[in-house]
């Protein structure tokens, strides 16, 4: 990938723990019975949104610490058998440790590693945070549940997030296969957060049938 994103703030990190707070609510609101929901992801059901949320703090809290997992930090399928029992404390758990591993200026600095991938800290952070904010709005949707992002905190990670992603549209406005499908247009004047879903490919009014 060769997506570049503007300094996200004048020299500083941007703070995930907003994002990551709001997903970690997010995820303790689900019930067990919904685990075969399906979600705005085609094809992949709450439980296995759960499994892709947990493996992508993992991998992103290893770059934002500069660190090499044993498998590159690649990505894997989705896999709902993987949850175990422990999930609702696992998860939240992993999203604390993610936003502190971004908390450092160092992390949005040089290259690190992510999804088998060589990128600037800038843009590994960047991604990070869309994963967050995408996939925590693809869990609140298929669950019923609220994706507040009017705090002035979380709108700046959902900046940033949505630069990212307006440059990867620029690169491929058909979509990205394994990142987004094709963008779905949504007003100029909608909420940030509905054009960055938007950018990724979702529909903002999508509801569970």
């Not at 499994?51 to 590159?72: M, Q, S, W, Y």
């Not at 058998?81 to 440790?97: I, K, M, N, Y």
């Not at 590693?113 to 952070?125: E, H, K, N, S």
């Not at 609220?146 to 709108?155: K, L």
Request: proline letters at 10%.
């Amino acid at each position: 990938m060769t997506t570049q994103t503007p300094e996200p703030d004048a020299g500083g990190p941007v703070d995930y723990r907003p994002a990551t707070a709001l997903v970690a609510e997010v995820v303790r609101g689900v019930h067990d019975e919904q685990l075969d929901t399906a979600t705005p992801c085609a094809g992949i059901t709450v439980g296995a949104l759960l499994d892709h949320i947990d493996l992508l703090c993992v991998a992103f809290a290893a770059a934002g610490r500069k660190e090499t997992l044993p498998d590159g930090g690649r990505p894997r399928e989705p896999d709902a058998s993987r949850l175990g029992a422990d999930w609702r404390d696992r998860l939240p758990d992993r999203l604390e440790t993610l936003a502190e591993a971004w908390r450092s200026a160092d992390a949005w600095e040089g290259m690190t590693r992510v999804g088998g991938l060589d990128l600037p800290g800038q843009i590994a952070g960047a991604t990070g945070l869309d994963e967050v904010l995408v996939h925590g709005w693809d869990l609140a949707v298929a669950t019923g549940q609220a994706f507040p992002t009017d705090d002035a905190q979380a709108a700046a990670a959902v900046s940033i997030a949505a630069a990212w992603a307006q440059d990867v549209v620029a690169q491929n406005p058909d979509g990205t296969p394994g990142l987004f499908g094709p963008p779905v247009a949504v007003p100029d004047d909608a909420p940030p957060l509905d054009r960055l879903l938007g950018l990724t490919g979702r529909d903002p009014d999508w509801a569970p049938v």
